[in-house]
């Protein structure tokens, strides 16, 4: 089976942390040892995107190696609107959508997600229905504590079934931010690693823990430890996990078999960066399609394979990772659909680079693209005034005339043009009428227009929201006697402020 | 002599770049290898600073171990306003100021420098006149071309006569960006060093390269290759010539005992900041008293001495460079008055860490100060409206009410406060009726009153201006038959517009 003659494993490690939060990314309290020995042990990929500035949709776009427009992770119920999977959705990953754990799963992989799932939390929607053989996690985010009247708390997952909630049985300190859950997604990481060494099977691991999303937790040993606050805590906590993990792998003599690919799901958020999370030297964070919102760390790991060491340019997303795993694992998907990923081997393993675009979408709108180092920006926003006057701004202390703009703007008849090598930080756009804006917008049109006369949008997966569909009744609740009653449906549009 | 029972080489790297500027401090196009290197095999130090946001001053403290408001390289023209030494200035490095070159000197030291000198260009300013017995560079910034009438061309000099002219016969094209100098400032230190291995003498080396220094040059070799453009060609060739260096004391068997320290006199300005230039995750650059502006790389090597890949997080500038060279020489400065360098011996060699202040002072203001990772504004400016009109902005892209203000803002009866931990890029002020702020405001309040009561400044060298002062004759024209005749003298006071 797969690749060669020997079976790889495969780890994915994907982590909400901004570019800039690592150390060898320029953290400037460098509290990620682990990840930094990890990129000097492996190639560190430097023009690595997720494929939308916010979870949901960059998940599903991994698992399924498709842009969310077409695996239908998107919203039409207003132009341009980022969506996810809060308990009121209704969509979620449809069955048409065939994931890399189901082709792994053919290949006779044994997978395991670890953390937060977020490709819907209806039963349908669950990983032990689309690949994975076993779950430790969640479907949604952790926010709460809810009273479980208007909103239930999010349930924690083993396998099929729930095994509590998070604040009532897996307690997160909203007071002191403590929580040790991401010490048990560590040891399932290592259990699960022990147990595939000794069956000698092949396996995928999706090791996602959530710690850095908010409301930010930590162990109690990590408390306090950062000069930079929880957030920094929740860094140097899953760091740590790293390096446990990795240690694993070798102690269990499966390293030089497995590729460990880290990257993040989206840029820092605006609630992390007030507590030193960083994108580095790109503009605005998490929700936004500048490049602190869509430009991701990435290391890839695989002692043996990948010499140590290494950097790459290559333009790189997390669809490729869908696409890399099948390779490896000789797996071959569907031909009926188009793919977004390309196989990354000829960069990991030759150092190969070559050019492709990079698609950054906010919700059905395509808002810029990237070829080589130009970046077109179609359509800017940040945010609604209205949100602001709330204090949120995704791009907070960043005010660049044209670019960071609080309304939509259409900048389709002459887009905004960058070069990321001279100004990473999209500050200074290229004048329209020079030679040099000619020639780059010249490709990238052609790039745009070869991608919408292939694209195919799938039915969108947020559009509608319900009561009623919420967390009240998970797989596994009657046997806890914790099922819980919700209201009639009541199905409406889903309201997307951003 | 010196320090144990072996003398210790000093080489002091002075290349103007940004904190974001090295790959391992987050640069995403990573073209510092040998930087990079430098640091794995040494201590970063992540929380060093320059004494000045621009060079003139900042190079000044660096020799003198002392503020500029003490060793008088700031004005009293305007308020709070940044000076320099352009070919107009007047003033320059005071007799008596005992520079670290004279103390090593008595030492038994053979020192050179090569690069800009800055210190003052007139006759009795220049390098000679001050410990260093030898020099190949020019005493002010490569501006220019210039006609020879209303300005002379700036002299190269070699040792105490100029040995010609930048443009004339030093030639840098502002067409192209292509000049050697670099080339000829790396063979310099390579023929120094060999030279002093050969002799068996003690020496101190400052090299000071001025490439990133608008007009940006590159030798044709480097010219092209950065993706980032002409800035990120310098920058790949001044580490080159580090790498060429530390190469050097490797071959001839120094390198155990040299300390070789690299920082920056400044953080990178808003012109380089255009072609890619970085200050990481700090706020605006040159010019300014935020992070941006003073914060500086530094990068530690000793092998055998220092332990590789160790990282400080010791508050620390480049006056503590004068200090620590003294210790390791053996020699003892003046006890008539105040240095503001301490040892890093502690800190380099036993990972010492112990609390210190930082002072941010413009021109003749104190605008802030940090102790701990608490950072008080009494002031801000960026640079005024004039100013901006014209297209310069110290602060471009970033704008946070209240920080990066256009106006001198006093904030001195209730400062801005930030916590450089969870927000190194003074976003977030501290609101002032936390304890939080009650707290950390006594002790920087404490820190300041204890810096006044201490503080007798030097007569400030930057208010006067002449054009007679102007480099029409410097020593040595006489013979190459290239002194030109200047006005007569006129002076007047120096106008500082930032």
Same mark, same amino acid.
């Given at each position: 089976m797969g690749w060669g003659d020997v079976c790889i494993y495969l780890l994915y490690l994907l982590l909400q942390m901004g570019w800039g939060d690592l150390g060898i990314l320029g953290q400037p309290e460098k509290e990620t040892p682990n990840l930094d020995k990890m990129a000097a042990e492996g190639m560190l990929l430097l023009d690595f995107y997720t494929a939308n500035p916010l979870c949901s949709p960059s998940r599903a776009a991994l698992l399924t190696g498709r842009l969310p427009i077409r695996n239908g992770f998107y919203t039409t119920n207003d132009h341009a609107r980022n969506g996810y999977t809060p308990q009121e959705i209704v969509g979620g990953i449809p069955d048409s959508e065939v994931l890399v754990s189901?082709?792994?799963?053919?290949?006779?992989?044994?997978?395991?997600?670890?953390?937060?799932?977020?490709?819907?939390?209806?039963?349908?929607?669950?990983?032990?229905?689309?690949?994975?053989?076993?779950?430790?996690?969640?479907?949604?985010?952790?926010?709460?504590?809810?009273?479980?009247?208007?909103?239930?708390?999010?349930?924690?997952?083993?396998?099929?079934?729930?095994?509590?909630?998070?604040?009532?049985?897996?307690?997160?300190?909203?007071?002191?931010?403590?929580?040790?859950?991401?010490?048990?997604?560590?040891?399932?990481?290592?259990?699960?690693?022990?147990?595939?060494?000794?069956?000698?099977?092949?396996?995928?691991?999706?090791?996602?823990?959530?710690?850095?999303?908010?409301?930010?937790?930590?162990?109690?040993?990590?408390?306090?430890?950062?000069?930079?606050?929880?957030?920094?805590?929740?860094?140097?906590?899953?760091?740590?996990?790293?390096?446990?993990?990795?240690?694993?792998?070798?102690?269990?003599?499966?390293?030089?078999?497995?590729?460990?690919?880290?990257?993040?799901?989206?840029? =820092?958020?605006?609630? +992390? *960066?007030? !507590?030193? $999370?960083?994108?580095?030297?790109? %503009?605005?964070?998490?929700?936004?399609? &500048?490049?602190?919102?869509?430009?991701?760390?990435?290391? =890839?790991?695989?002692? +043996? *394979?990948? !010499?140590? $060491?290494?950097?790459?340019?290559? %333009?790189?997303?997390?669809?490729?990772? &869908?696409?890399?795993?099948?390779?490896?694992?000789?797996a071959v998907p569907p031909s009926d *659909?188009?793919?977004? $990923?390309?196989?990354?081997?000829?960069?990991?393993?030759?150092?190969?680079?070559?050019?492709?675009?990079?698609?950054?979408?906010?919700?059905?709108?395509?808002?810029?693209?990237?070829?080589?180092?130009?970046?077109a920006h179609f359509w800017t926003w940040t945010n609604g005034q209205d949100e602001r006057s709330k204090g949120i701004d995704f791009c907070r202390g960043e005010d660049i005339p044209g670019v960071t703009t609080m309304q939509q703007v259409n900048y389709t008849d002459s887009p905004l043009l960058f070069h990321l090598g001279r100004d990473p930080g999209e500050r200074y756009s290229i004048k329209p009428k020079s030679s040099e804006y000619k020639q780059a917008m010249r490709k990238l049109e052609e790039v745009v227009a070869s991608h919408r006369a292939g694209l195919l949008p799938g039915e969108p997966q947020f559009n509608m929201c319900d009561s009623a569909v919420m967390n009240w009744a998970p797989p596994g609740c009657e046997k806890l006697g914790r099922c819980l009653k919700g209201p009639e449906s009541k199905p409406y549009k889903c309201p997307w402020p951003h």
């Open positions: 189901e082709l792994l799963s053919q290949a006779g992989y044994r997978n395991k997600i670890i953390g937060k799932w977020h490709l819907g939390h209806r039963p349908q929607y669950l990983p032990l229905r689309h690949g994975f053989h076993e779950w430790f996690g969640a479907p949604n985010c952790h926010f709460g504590p809810y009273d479980n009247k208007a909103t239930p708390n999010i349930p924690v997952y083993n396998g099929s079934e729930m095994v509590g909630r998070y604040y009532e049985d897996f307690a997160i300190s909203r007071a002191s931010g403590e929580s040790n859950l991401t010490q048990l997604y560590v040891s399932e990481a290592l259990d699960f690693i022990d147990r595939q060494a000794a069956a000698g099977r092949p396996f995928f691991l999706y090791w996602a823990p959530d710690a850095t999303h908010g409301p930010l937790y930590a162990s109690r040993g990590f408390l306090g430890t950062s000069r930079r606050g929880l957030y920094g805590d929740v860094v140097r906590e899953l760091d740590d996990g790293v390096g446990r993990i990795l240690a694993r792998l070798r102690a269990r003599g499966l390293d030089t078999n497995t590729l460990v690919f880290f990257t993040s799901d989206n840029g =820092a958020a605006m609630v +992390s *960066r007030t !507590q030193g $999370g960083s994108n580095g030297p790109f %503009l605005c964070g998490k929700q936004t399609t &500048f490049e602190g919102g869509m430009r991701e760390p990435a290391i =890839a790991w695989w002692p +043996s *394979r990948i !010499q140590p $060491g290494q950097i790459s340019h290559q %333009l790189s997303t997390v669809m490729d990772l &869908f696409t890399t795993a099948l390779e490896l694992a000789g *659909r188009v793919y977004d $990923g390309t196989s990354l081997l000829p960069t990991l393993l030759n150092g190969t680079e070559v050019d492709r675009p990079v698609f950054y979408y906010r919700g059905d709108e395509l808002m810029a693209v990237r070829y080589g180092l130009y970046k």
